[in-house]
């Protein structure tokens, strides 16, 4: 009997991309959208490919096309990555694996690189899978951290925290990456937040502005790694962003909420370039009422909105600019 494991869409509420440096985030999952891995018994250890990574074009425009929008990466590598890190953490942990190989393979419908956390919904999947087929039992705090180091360590992945720990946890979570706790514990505290507590959220996103994540946040790392002081205040300020929010969740003050998600892209902003086509999707969204940011690195935006009025006026002027407007199913 196949085991069958999913991970779902992710999007940031505030604090991102504070997570790649000891900051504080609020994420959510979007269970429109998963990942999922199938493994089962086999002779021989397989990993089959999925269409996506099929080296077969109907002509050079359509391969150049499909270079252009998703980049030479597709998901072997990152189920590799997954295998390889789940072994070496049996290994340094003292787990004796059964003597016994697999087929395993994946899908996802998560729509491709435009930040809704394709690539780790895929590696959290797999590790699941994996766990599931040896009976090896990885604490929830701890699995992120591995996940993490799949895409950072094995594959030289530019990534933070944010995408792992609300894959792993699910539903809405507040984050907190603080340095000196993560140093001692080897895992920052993650606090689950009942997602009753959100407002109204909407999700927007281009299809065709495909781009890998660690490409777009490689600026900000060498910035920050660089010392440089306007960088570094600016993720400070990211995070307690993400702080200020958690408080105002819980007293559901959601206009407040509003301007913080607002005010989360603005900071973003001034630190990391943003396509023109990125751009006019969160002023068509604000002209509409909403408050708009960005899911993730760029492609999808989320904000809120107050009532069935403006999500119609957002969806027929975000469609104008060839968007595709959901309403996130989060629990």
Do not use: W
Request: contains cysteine; glycine residues 8%; aromatic residues 10%.
């Amino acid at each position: 009997m196949a085991i069958e494991t999913r991970a779902y869409a992710r999007a940031g509420l505030l604090g991102n991309p504070s997570d790649g440096y000891f900051g504080k985030i609020i994420a959510i999952t979007v269970k429109n959208f998963f990942a999922s891995v199938s493994l089962q018994v086999s002779e021989e250890l397989r990993i089959e490919t999925h269409d996506q990574d099929a080296n077969v074009y109907r002509d050079l425009p359509e391969f150049v096309e499909r270079i252009a929008l998703y980049g030479y990466y597709g998901g072997v590598r990152l189920v590799q990555a997954a295998i390889k890190t789940f072994f070496d953490h049996c290994q340094d942990q003292n787990i004796r694996l059964k003597d016994q190989s697999f087929t395993i393979r994946y899908d996802s419908t998560i729509p491709r690189q435009i930040g809704l956390g394709g690539s780790s919904a895929i590696i959290t999947a797999a590790m699941r899978a994996l766990m599931e087929f040896y009976k090896v039992k990885i604490p929830v705090e701890v699995l992120p951290s591995l996940i993490l180091d799949a895409e950072l360590k094995e594959l030289g992945i530019n990534a933070g925290l944010m995408d792992r720990v609300i894959q792993v946890y699910e539903g809405c979570v507040y984050m907190d990456l603080d340095k000196r706790v993560i140093e001692k514990k080897g895992h920052g505290l993650y606090e689950p937040l009942d997602p009753k507590l959100l407002p109204k959220l909407y999700i927007a996103y281009k299809p065709e502005l495909g781009k890998v994540s660690g490409q777009v946040l490689d600026d900000i790392r060498i910035a920050y790694r660089g010392g440089d002081e306007f960088v570094m205040e600016t993720l400070i300020r990211l995070a307690e962003i993400a702080d200020t929010g958690k408080q105002v969740l819980l007293r559901r003050d959601f206009e407040k909420f509003h301007e913080l998600m607002n005010q989360n892209f603005d900071l973003r902003s001034q630190i990391m370039k943003i396509s023109e086509s990125n751009f006019e999707m969160i002023q068509a969204a604000r002209k509409c009422g909403a408050s708009a940011k960005f899911a993730g690195s760029g492609g999808s935006i989320i904000g809120m909105y107050t009532g069935e009025d403006m999500f119609s006026r957002l969806k027929t002027d975000l469609e104008k600019l060839k968007a595709v407007v959901i309403k996130p199913v989060i629990e």
